[in-house]
């Protein structure tokens, strides 16, 4: 492995590890139906019961009050459908810098940035849209995706740990908890 390539994924990992660590100090306080739905999903009964309770929490999330930056978010979003992910970016970062407290914006940019490979622009991303929103599991999961292509897999399993309790759910997420444990637990006896 290069130095330069080690540099970039150490750089790239001591961001992420700042977002991780400092998600309790920038907390907001989330809607009340917000909240409520988060509880919903944590005591979800089984998968198909947590996804229609999901998909009313990420609907919830979607709402940024301007039918203008709800466009921007669409268009972004589709340009990701359609693999166009330069107009993805450029969609979603004009919608971030006209919504910067809108969690959902930076939360679509960080997914449009690591379709890039850009890991560095994602975690920045994953930053805002965790400090507006700490419970944002997809956010978390996208942290947990981020340490685990840097080949960090004890952040990588905490991250996965973080959004798994808010939505156990999920079984990628349960199934990449467990393809990690072994190197982010060790060996139990």
């Given at each position: 492995m290069s130095m330069a390539h080690m540099t970039f994924k150490s750089i790239v990992a001591a961001g992420v590890a700042i977002v991780t660590y400092s998600l309790p100090l920038s907390a907001e306080v989330g809607s009340d139906r917000s909240d409520e739905l988060l509880s919903q999903l944590a005591e979800a009964e089984d998968d198909v019961a947590a996804q229609r309770v999901e998909r009313e929490l990420q609907l919830e999330w979607s709402k940024s009050g301007s039918a203008a930056m709800d466009l921007l978010l669409k268009r972004g979003r589709d340009a990701m459908e359609v693999n166009d992910l330069d107009a993805a970016v450029e969609h979603l970062t004009a919608l971030t810098d006209h919504a910067p407290d809108f969690a959902e914006g930076w939360l679509a940019l960080s997914l449009a940035y690591y379709a890039k490979e850009l890991y560095?622009?994602?975690?920045?991303?994953?930053?805002?849209?965790?400090a507006?929103?700490?419970d944002?599991?997809?956010a978390l999961q996208g942290v947990g995706a981020i340490f685990d292509h840097l080949d960090e897999p004890q952040r990588a399993y905490?991250?996965?740990?973080?959004?798994?309790?808010?939505?156990p759910h999920d079984q990628t997420l349960l199934d990449a908890m467990e393809r990690l444990e072994r190197d982010a637990r060790g060996w139990k006896l």
């Open positions: 560095g622009p994602a975690a920045y991303a994953l930053e805002r849209t965790l507006l929103n700490p944002h599991f997809g905490d991250a996965y740990a973080m959004a798994a309790r808010l939505r």
